[in-house]
Antibody
Framework: QVQLVQSGAEVKRPGASVKVSCETS????????MHWVRQAPGQGLEWMGW????????TYAQFFQGRVTMTRDTSISTVYMELSSLRSEDTAMYYC?????????????WGQGTLVTVSS | DIVMTQSPDSLTVSLGERTTINCKSS????????????LAWYQQKPGQPPKLLIY???TRGSGVPDRFSGSGSGTDFTLTISSLQAEDVAVYYC?????????FGQGTKLEIK
């Protein structure tokens, strides 16, 4: 079955960087975009960007431009999201979510989430 | 950016009742080339990631019970639960994936009366 398994919780100091991984299995890795969405505690969903695992192409939300980098390793079917210059407002649950390249049919499934806490 | 506005922010409904949640986009999300609305609905239960319920505004996702239905086109959309079950307690989000940034509504919290 399709699985997206994310790396564990992180605690970071302000100004540091964090790199979250999303290991996939159960489908053809290069047939699906991977999106990243975050959710601050008690808040709604915020789209961060996507990566095309086939060619590594990316599109980032303007809000995160210059601070976010999405990469992939096709040999292990894993995507990564790195966020730099962390501030307290970046404390959130970070999710990866798959989307079919061939047709726009929403995000399905989602990873279990990675809690990133930014605190001095 | 396309702004997604849901109503109401919260609602309390009795078991077995019909429930509707509305979503309005600040511009049309109807893709002219294929006549599909790039609008999805997600359900998020406490402590869980979101789950896809509906895509293309009205197509149910895999394994989604048929008590969930979506309707609407252009800028106005509705999620309907025909007969509320206890397991439907959750926050529901609409999302447009017509144009980046792909934006979500603020969420509607559904509780049982």
């Amino acid at each position: 079955q399709v699985q997206l398994v994310q790396s564990g919780a992180e605690v970071k100091r302000p100004g540091a960087s964090v790199k979250v991984s999303c290991e996939t299995s159960g489908y053809t890795f290069t047939d699906y975009y991977m999106h990243w969405v975050r959710q601050a505690p008690g808040q709604g969903l915020e789209w961060m960007g996507w990566i095309n695992p086939k060619n590594g192409g990316t599109t980032y939300a303007q809000f995160f431009q210059g601070r976010v980098t999405m990469t992939r390793d096709t040999s292990i079917s894993t995507v990564y999201m790195e966020l730099s210059s962390l501030r307290s407002e970046d404390t959130a649950m970070y999710y990866c979510a798959r989307a079919w390249i061939a047709a726009a049919v929403g995000f399905d499934p989602w990873g279990q989430g990675t809690l990133v806490t930014v605190s001095s | 950016d396309i702004v997604m506005t849901q109503s109401p922010d919260s609602l309390t409904v009795s078991l077995g009742e019909r429930t509707t949640i509305n979503c309005k986009s600040s511009q049309s999300v109807l893709y002219s080339s294929n006549k599909k609305n790039y609008l999805a609905w997600y359900q998020q239960k406490p402590g869980q990631p979101p789950k896809l319920l509906i895509y293309w505004a009205s197509t149910r996702g895999s394994g989604v019970p048929d008590r969930f239905s979506g309707s609407g086109s252009g800028t106005d959309f509705t999620l309907t639960i025909s007969s509320l079950q206890a397991e439907d307690v959750a926050v529901y989000y609409c999302q447009q994936y017509y144009d980046t940034p792909y934006t979500f509504g603020q969420g509607t919290k559904l509780e049982i009366k």
